[in-house]
């Protein structure tokens, strides 16, 4: 029973790195659930168990995580960024991004500036956890700057 | 004085990573020693014989069946961590690992400020990231 567990999470999470490696594409579910060799509705249904949320929340916490990337590295409009990153209009990028990261994408890019970290390490550790589901701590703080990396904030991180 | 002599990564089956570590990524095989169901598998970086990694498959006598499983799970699923690397020339050993019949890149080599990257997994999912610092590409142009 576990080596059967074990085969399907292993092509769970190669549909998942799939995803990660297409961002900014329009997700295909049908394509990424055969990367995994399953249906499309058995893989939505397995890869929330496994991973604790639907892969086009998983794909849309990507998406958001490289959109405050861009909005800190770069000068680009928002706009731009909300296509880069694979949304295909504006007001579902803003709605997107103000429900997990709890502001708006102009409101982060205002506080924060580059991240002198990795980009592996800012793509794993600040990939935002979904904003309802925790407190907004951030609203609290006066204007953060980014940590460096090799700061006491990044030695932190596990 | 106090170093990292051995590290650890957790395999589902330990001749397979062998043959991937060593075939595929280009490690070495430091030692070998069986103890009844124990084995002491290792490999190191060939020219880097001050640390050696673990490849340990979980499983008794070290864990109980029910906990092996479990580590079993979180293995495939890509939770249990992983290595880095860094290397001089991270295009050529990315067209090396291909050329080999590695499949599974998490991340294709990507020039950033500091340097060049790339990500792959172990059979497992076990993930690994290999660096070419931006030292190495300044020095190759110099």
Known sequence: MSREVEDLNRRLLRARDAMDRAYAEPLDIRAVAAVAYISEAHFIRTFRVVFGETPHRYLQRRRVERSMFLLRETDRSVTDICLDVGFNSLGTFSRTFREIVGEAPSEHRLRNGPMLAPNCYQMAATRPSVAATRPLVAEAAPATKSSSFGEATAAAAP | ?142
């Open chain 2, 1 to 142: 004085m106090i170093k990292l002599n051995v590290t650890s990564v957790m395999v589902l089956d330990q001749d397979e990573a062998l043959d991937f570590y060593v075939n595929k990524l280009g490690l070495e095989k430091a030692q070998d020693i069986h103890q009844g169901p124990f084995r002491w598998l290792t490999v190191r970086v060939p020219g880097n014989p001050e640390i050696e990694i673990f490849l340990q498959e979980p499983g008794p006598p070290v864990q109980d069946e029910a906990t092996a499983a479990q580590l079993r799970e979180l293995i495939a699923k890509g939770a249990m961590g992983g290595l880095v690397f860094q290397t001089d020339d991270a295009r050529g050993l990315y067209e090396t690992l291909k050329a080999r019949g590695v499949t599974d890149f998490t991340q294709e080599p990507v020039a950033h400020a500091y340097g060049t990257d790339m990500g792959i997994r172990d059979p497992f999912g076990n993930a690994i990231r290999i660096l070419q610092p931006a030292k190495f590409a300044q020095a190759a142009t110099a």
